[in-house]
């Protein structure tokens, strides 16, 4: 079907919440792998998210023009075609957005869901993501509330964050963060919340020792009970109805029992890129392996084109991300939760 209404994504988040699960939001940088995440969503019956990150969008549109933002329309012009054959419901989404990026990037993709209005057409993108967590408290509030009151005209939904998610992606390193900006706290989940909330419902990633990138289960801290306590905060001072779609940042390696903690206290999105880039190559290094003459052309043999055709690995490389994004909607609950169903 056509990619969510405005209508639809705030049922699919309002009802994760209601029912303790989350969607599976799967960052993806070509056709290819967004053809997986669709195939994973819909084989599960499992509405999902598909985002784009700033570098993905530069890789998207190829190393020759390396421009973030039409690769990122690009991708989102390709999901909105394929989402057709799907019988599940599929949300576009733009990852970590930095205060540095917010004119060079966020800006006109919100333009260009503003001309697709204009013109009777549905929003490109139906959330964005910035990423003010580098900036003072004060200053990161002061810059939501602005993204978020224009976002709010074009009913596309802002996920913002404070705290520090440890760890790199994409270029940016946090690996060094104080171990204090690693946890929010329930005072700054309610400044935050009586800041936005007004203007309409937000997505919130809140951090609570998360770290970006690849580690090893137990190496990394995680305290979902921070997640708990800043909506029992925010619960008390402001209401139940006014406590947050959570969304989680960093979840490689993570333990189970932790994912479904914090499936409990609000979060909705859990944003997936490392395992599934590893599920992706694996598969092909694996190819490879196993058809290393075939793949080249050694001591004057011509190879065999089946295997070195693109196509025959990247195949193998959808299949792996695919399945593991199928184990991702098992793992967070949003198998045969639909709200097509």
Not at 92 to 115: G, R, Y
């Amino acid at each position: 079907m056509p990619i969510a209404t405005h209508e639809q994504y705030c049922a699919m988040l309002d009802k994760a919440k209601k029912e303790g699960y989350a969607f599976p939001a799967i960052n993806v940088t070509s056709t290819s792998t967004a053809n997986a995440a669709l195939a994973a969503f819909a084989q599960m019956k499992s509405d999902g998210i598909i985002q784009v990150s700033t570098g993905g969008g530069k890789f998207a549109s190829g190393q020759s023009v390396g421009d973030e933002v039409l690769g990122a329309i690009s991708i989102a012009q390709h999901v909105h075609l394929m989402a057709q054959k799907y019988d599940v419901c599929i949300a576009l989404h733009t990852d970590h957005c930095h205060p540095e990026k917010v004119d060079s990037f966020l800006i006109p993709l919100i333009e260009e869901t503003e001309k697709r209005r204009a013109q009777g057409l549905p929003n490109l993108f139906n959330s964005h993501m910035f990423d003010g967590s580098v900036l003072p408290t004060n200053e990161n509030i002061e810059m939501s509330k602005k993204l978020h009151e224009r976002c709010a005209k074009s009913e596309i939904i802002l996920e913002i964050e404070t705290g520090v998610v440890g760890g790199e992606e994409d270029g940016v390193n946090n690996e060094d963060a104080p171990a204090d900006k690693l946890y929010t706290t329930p005072e700054e989940m309610v400044e935050v919340t009586k800041a936005l909330l007004p203007i309409g419902k937000f997505m919130y990633a809140a951090t609570f020792g998360n770290v970006h990138g690849v580690y090893k289960p137990g190496n990394v801290k995680l305290r979902p009970e921070v997640l708990r306590d800043g909506q029992a905060a925010i619960a008390k001072e402001l209401g139940e109805e006014s406590t947050n779609w959570l969304v989680f940042h960093g979840g490689s390696g993570s333990e189970l029992s932790e994912i479904h903690e914090t499936l409990g206290y609000g979060v909705v999105k859990m944003n997936i890129d490392t395992d599934t880039q590893y599920a992706y190559s694996r598969s092909i290094v694996d190819h490879m392996f196993k058809n290393y003459d075939a793949m080249l052309k050694i001591e004057g043999e011509v190879g065999n084109k089946k295997f070195y055709d693109p196509r025959a690995w990247m195949k193998a490389g959808e299949k792996s991300m695919t399945a593991r994004i199928e184990q991702a909607c098992k793992d967070l609950k949003s198998d045969a939760k639909s709200i097509l169903l």
